[in-house]
């Protein structure tokens, strides 16, 4: 099946998740990141869910709780890209973006992420950790040459046998949904 169609399937698979099941599914994951990362990670880049996502608000409000540091993509206009930023706070320290997601203000600083884990939303991923967004490639450029650990976060209906694979894709090290945390390469482990 080609990316196109794809998508698709995985939008006419999400749109098939009640209210209850989509609350229940981030429930899971919000569990499972707290147990895998609350005592590991010291930075993390994390989303804003969007429509069909995983909601992980909870687990990030527990990151600023416990004095992590929390970032987050921003759309850069001159760059016509993503970098990351800072916040300290999800209330005061995001705003509306570009593209209809929640992001840092511009006064937010920038973040070395060397040393951070990256959670990844996502349409779909691959049981061998490919990773299919939304068609534009910001995931892909923003992970390029990164260190961050990355951990794609999804609904156990997003996880397909293959995702076509072009050379910009990026694939995950870790991926964790409701039902399961997989880790490729020992990330984590």
Do not use: W
Not at 11 to 25: F, I, M, S, V
Not at 28 to 50: E, S
Not at 101 to 119: F, H, R
């Amino acid at each position: 099946m080609n990316k196109t169609d794809l998508r698709l399937d995985l939008k006419t698979r999400l749109a098939k998740l009640t209210a209850q099941e989509h609350t229940a599914h981030s429930a899971a994951v919000v569990t499972q990141l707290a147990d895998l990362l609350l005592h590991r990670a010291n930075t993390i880049v994390a989303y804003m869910h969007i429509q069909h996502e995983i909601d992980i608000t909870d687990f990030l409000k527990q990151c600023l709780r416990k004095g992590k540091r929390l970032a987050f993509p921003r759309y850069n206009p001159a760059k016509d890209d993503y970098e990351i930023a800072e916040i300290k706070d999800l209330k005061t320290d995001l705003t509306l973006g570009n593209f209809g997601v929640k992001e840092p203000l511009q006064a937010c600083p920038l973040l070395d992420t060397s040393a951070a884990i990256c959670l990844v939303p996502g349409l779909g991923f691959s049981l061998n950790a490919d990773r299919l967004g939304r068609g534009k490639g910001f995931y892909d450029n923003l992970l390029a040459n990164s260190k961050m650990i990355k951990i794609g976060i999804a609904h156990h209906c997003q996880i397909v046998d293959d995702i076509p694979r072009e050379p910009h894709d990026i694939s995950m090290d870790m991926l964790l949904t409701e039902s399961s945390v997989d880790s490729f390469n020992g990330a984590l482990r």
